[in-house]
């Protein structure tokens, strides 16, 4: 005897497999709309396929290991650009930013992240909002004819860490 699936067996069966991301997706949603880039905070989770499975703190930490990523990246860009640029200002004035942003990615967000994960709240807060600071005192030290190369880096940098931020201050009020 062959085994069949009706049709109405099979609705069931993808609506209960459905429910829990929708669910998910709504938890998404409704943290994004406590922080001050609402967009940037749905394509940051929605892009990691885990978000869907996680708690507020789980939500907060994906944002922090992005905006980890982030500020690796761009000093690993700053590192770069300072090996191709023959301007003395230039070079040093993306050297003065590999100075704010090394301590930030070899420490501050790395020991945020760890506080978030022990549930340490205001410490994670204030490592993260430093990320936002760091990023941009770097693209003040770039003034007059000087064109920062890192603007939307830091930009993205600091709206990041300001995602994060607030979905930690969610957690500070739970």
Known sequence: MKASVSS????????????????CDDLVDQICKKTPFYDLCISTLRSNTNSTDLDVKGLASVVADILLANATDTLNYIQAQI???????????????????????????????????????????????????EADACEKNFSGS?????????????????????????????
């Not at 067996?9 to 669910?23: D, R, Y």
């Not at 704010?100 to 909002?129: E, H, M, R, W």
């Open 83 to 133: 090996n191709q640029t023959s301007d003395p200002q230039m070079e040093r004035a993306l050297a003065y930013c590999a100075e704010l942003y090394i301590p930030v990615v070899k420490y501050n967000l790395p020991q945020a992240i760890d506080a978030l994960s022990k549930g340490q709240f205001t410490f994670a807060s204030y490592g993260i909002s430093d990320a936002a600071k």
């Open 8 to 23: 109405p067996s099979i609705f069931l069966l993808l609506l209960t497999i459905s429910l829990p991301s929708i669910q």
């Open 146 to 174: 000087l064109k920062s190369p890192l603007s939307d880096r830091n930009k993205l940098l600091h709206s990041l860490s300001d995602v994060a931020v607030a979905i930690v201050k969610i957690l500070q009020k739970g």
